[in-house]
């Protein structure tokens, strides 16, 4: 065991992977000795032991991440030429146009530091202009600029700094990559904005589909306890700004490169100081949304006051679960308390909210209040997203036949719902690969965008169990 990655004074109980310590015999031990500690890629308590189910979990999460890890490169270059070739295709007309260009010399060459230069999930849905529909300061205009900001985190900074400042008319205050202690590069992506209306967004950026080192938090099933606060999902918190052997100081140390937490902390409390009248808004879509949550939760650790009560509200999409019990408990207290709004929308079969498991073997729950859309962009408010844990085999019929409308509707949504809808090929291939893996397409920020704008009504507000909701009819 290596030095605790914690202060004794607050941090009850850890498991911290290292993926990169791992050798692959050592990994292949863990399956047949509870005492975890004894291996060299765990870090733990000594004596720590665990059952068969959470070791084959630390066991998969532990082979995945190497897959990860050695496999990092190519798919970084696939990623890359395929965001090439999809930018080649638009930027010329099409592949007829492309053809005629090539004949005629004048190909438009893709340069992915331009504002018109798509990623990968930007071209599953190339809509920039916010819902025409938003009042400011109406509830329904936080969800819908949160979605947008969610979508846009995920491109280049000068795509965002043209959305934002150009198609919003709104204020670009920075885009950011910021460090990960422990997989030492800068690898957590973040952007900060205001909308000129004393409202500050704050967007943290999903995975994205060719990024190794996302999907690496992703899979990192570490966990970290706090006292009084619970255990979270450990590859969320590395990413957010976990540093190593100091867990979560109140302060960075002088001269350490800057993790998302306390750079973004510092850049609002230098915003909202320079005006008193603002407040401020967390997103994000999938991982997004996990740091999105996390976010407050660690300023409540810290006790920061000033700006929980500054926060208007965390509006996360696709939010995979962060923590157990006790840590939904602690963040319901938290949003009374400071009285913030906390909604994650959830649209239809998504896979990602389902995930990590809320079983016995895993502990993860999620809280607070979920907005779920079925496929018709139907939506209400639930305590808990149907099929909580996705691979239940009695919603797999359900499943299939609603992969198959999701396909039909993506070829006729533009006739009832406007142009504005319409389905590119890129999109409708991910259809198809939904009637096979049900799930996958629907995480897509294309159905959450759709959602806020045909899935809400007029912005209400009640309160169930002493906590602030969207109502939606």
């Keep these: 065991m290596s030095s605790p990655p914690c202060d004794k004074s607050f941090c009850s109980d850890y498991m911290l992977l290292n993926a990169e310590d791992a050798k692959l015999g050592d990994v292949f031990k863990i399956l047949f000795s509870s005492d975890i ?5 765990v870090d733990c308590p000594d ?19 190497k897959l990860l890890q050695a496999t990092a490169k190519p798919l970084a270059a696939v990623g890359s030429g395929v965001e090439y070739w999809l930018n080649l295709l638009s930027g010329n007309g099409g592949f007829f146009g492309l053809i005629k260009n090539t004949f005629k010399g004048e190909v438009v060459q893709p340069d992915n530091e331009s504002s018109d230069y798509f990623s990968f999930i930007g071209n599953l849905d190339r809509r920039q202009q916010l819902d025409p529909t938003i009042i400011p300061g109406e509830k329904k ?23 934002v400042e150009d198609h919003w008319e709104m204020n670009f205050v ?21 909308d000129k209306k004393d409202t500050i967004v704050v967007a943290f950026r999903g995975t994205e589909p060719f990024d190794a080192d996302a999907w690496s938090s992703d899979f990192d099933l570490s966990w970290y306890e706090i006292h009084g606060i619970g255990k979270m999902h450990g590859g969320f918190m590395k990413a957010l700004g976990l540093i190593k052997s100091k867990g979560w100081p109140v302060e960075q140390d002088p001269g350490q490169q800057e993790t998302a937490y306390y750079a973004v902390k510092k850049q609002l409390r230098k915003l ?32 920061d006051s000033f700006l929980l009560d500054r926060l208007e509200g965390v509006y996360t999409f696709g939010q995979p679960r962060v923590g157990d019990d006790k840590f939904g408990q602690y963040m319901n207290d938290l949003i009374s308390k400071h009285d913030f709004t906390c909604i994650r929308f959830v649209y239809s079969y998504d896979l990602v909210p389902r995930l990590p498991y809320d079983d016995s073997t895993l502990l993860f729950k999620h809280f607070g209040t979920c907005i779920y859309f079925n496929s018709m962009y139907t939506g209400k408010v639930v305590e808990e997203e149907p099929d909580k844990n996705y691979f239940s085999i009695i919603w797999m019929i359900p499943k299939f036949f609603n992969a198959c409308w999701e396909l039909i509707r993506s070829f006729i949504i533009k006739y009832f719902k406007g142009p504005e809808y319409a389905e590119g090929g890129l999109l409708r291939l991910f259809r198809v690969i939904g009637v096979l893996v049900a799930g996958v397409p629907a995480h897509c920020p294309q159905d959450y965008v759709n959602s806020t704008r045909l899935g809400l009504s007029e912005d209400v507000f009640v309160y169930s169990n002493g906590q602030k909701i969207l109502k939606t009819q």
């Design 37 to 41: 500690a004894k291996r060299k890629f």
């Design 47 to 65: 004596g720590t032991e665990e059952p068969f189910g959470r070791r084959w979990i630390i066991f998969v999460s532990i082979l995945v991440q």
């Design 141 to 163: 205009y936080y969800a819908a600029l949160s979605i947008m900001a969610a979508k846009a985190s995920y491109e280049n900074k000068t795509h965002i700094k043209s959305v």
């Design 174 to 194: 920075d885009s950011y990559d910021f460090w990960n202690d422990y997989q030492e590069k800068a690898t957590t992506q973040a952007f900060i904005m205001d």
């Design 272 to 303: 909202l100081e320079a005006n008193e009248k603002a407040k401020f808004v967390v997103t994000g879509h999938s991982l997004g949304g996990a740091l999105a949550v996390l976010f407050p939760a660690i300023l409540g650790l810290h006790g």
